[in-house]
């Protein structure tokens, strides 16, 4: 059975509106075509997620996200999704966005990976920025 799950590491961290945006990420997989299977999304803080860059992607930076696809057959989605809640406050701050808004956008910007976007360019960035705008604005929830 397909599912979404949020799990937590190092840190306490209540994410609001679960089933909802259980919901709205299912909605955006299967917009874009492809069936869910299996999407974990683990909140933690700066420090485990800069390890996990540090260790499995030789990156040694602090970052907001890292997605690990473990999709076995195309069109079939299953992941691993480690979000940095410091990082989403931080940025919220930074960029005037709210924790929640910004929170959502990387949670949107996870499954996008998941589903072939990219990001090292700035036409692709553009691209990615676009659909993330297009995900946040189907939220039926904030």
Known sequence: ????????????????????????????????????????????????????????????????????????????????IFISIDRIRENAEKFGTGETNELHRVIIHGALHLLGYKDKTAGAKKIMTGKEDQYLGIRNFT
Request: charged share 30%; net charge negative; hydrophobic share 35%.
């Open 1 to 80: 059975m397909p599912s979404v799950n949020f799990f937590e590491e190092d840190i306490r961290f209540d994410l609001k509106n679960k089933l909802k945006v259980k919901q709205w990420i299912k909605a955006t997989i299967a917009a874009e075509g492809y069936k869910l299977r299996e999407l974990n999304y683990i909140f933690c803080s700066d420090g485990y997620l800069l390890t996990i860059n540090q260790q499995y992607l030789d990156h040694d930076t602090y970052t907001d996200i890292i997605t690990f696809d473990n999709s076995q057959k195309p069109g079939k989605i299953e992941g691993d």
